[in-house]
């Protein structure tokens, strides 16, 4: 995309969910939508837009932040009757054809994660809200 030097393509450095999104538009693969949140303490506040973006009939989340380096997949979120919430994580290195779900979730690809003890609190967070319908992805974030 001639964004990043020439040594880039084929090393092993990593991108974040800015470049992700920009490489989804480039391509013309699903849409992605950018939503900074400065520090993971106020991720949060952000589950109501995750919630909609799910039952809106979004596609995954791609979660990258800075001094939380360990990347992350968004699936779903459930928010419990009292104030826990939960994101639904997929590790986005695991790879291979599981067996059944009982599998990624043996092996910790997978797992329902406390949203408190999921992100760091001083870490800012970059997510890529995924969907193909726009429009539809549009409306369930307003």
């Given at each position: 995309m001639g964004d990043k030097p020439p040594g880039f393509r084929g090393s092993r450095?990593?991108?974040?969910?800015?470049?992700a999104?920009?490489?989804?538009d480039h391509f013309?693969?699903?849409?992605?939508?950018?939503c900074h949140v400065p520090r993971g303490a106020g991720l949060e506040r952000e589950l109501e837009r995750l919630y909609s973006h799910?039952?809106?009939?979004g596609g995954p989340v791609m979660v990258g932040g800075d001094a939380d380096a360990q990347s992350k997949a968004l699936l779903g979120v459930c928010l419990g009757p009292d104030?826990?919430?939960y994101v639904l994580v997929l590790d986005p290195h695991c790879w291979g054809a599981p067996k059944n779900s009982t599998e990624l979730q043996t092996a910790g690809w997978v797992g329902w994660r406390e949203v408190?003890?999921?992100?760091d609190p001083n870490s800012f967070y970059n997510l890529c809200l995924t969907s193909h319908n726009a429009?539809?992805?549009?409306h369930a974030l307003d």
């Open positions: 450095s990593w991108i974040g969910c800015v470049e999104s920009l490489c989804l013309g693969g699903p849409q992605g939508r950018l799910f039952a809106g009939g104030t826990e919430a408190s003890t999921a992100f429009k539809k992805q549009q």
